[in-house]
């Protein structure tokens, strides 16, 4: 579990920070790629909203139950870069 981290967060995580995270654990950049796909694709069918949050632009999950599942099957960061 990554210490701190709670269902309740209501702040975004902007895109420098998810950069930050997977440089951090050595993603490699075709990986980084095809994520930056997958956030623009959650954020087309509304599953992540994008908005200005302490005047940068941030992400968030739009869906409760989703956010919930992820949270309950994705704890360890390490395992889900891993993957």
Same mark, same amino acid.
């Given at each position: 579990?990554?210490?701190?981290?709670?269902?309740?967060? =209501?702040?975004?995580?902007?895109?420098? =920070? $998810?950069?930050?995270?997977?440089?951090?654990?050595?993603?490699?950049?075709?990986?980084?790629?095809?994520?930056?796909?997958?956030?623009?694709?959650?954020? =087309?069918?509304?599953?992540?909203?994008?908005?200005?949050? =302490?005047?940068?632009?941030?992400?968030?999950?739009?869906?409760?139950?989703?956010?919930?599942?992820?949270?309950?099957?994705?704890?360890?960061?390490? $395992?889900? $870069?891993?993957?």
């Amino acid at each position: 579990m990554i210490k701190g981290v709670s269902t309740q967060i =209501e702040r975004g995580v902007s895109m420098d =920070e $998810l950069k930050r995270l997977w440089n951090n654990y050595n993603v490699p950049e075709s990986k980084q790629l095809e994520m930056i796909k997958a956030v623009e694709r959650l954020k =087309e069918r509304k599953v992540l909203r994008q908005f200005t949050d =302490e005047n940068r632009e941030v992400y968030r999950l739009n869906v409760d139950l989703f956010r919930r599942w992820w949270y309950a099957h994705h704890r360890d960061i390490t $395992l889900v $870069l891993a993957l």
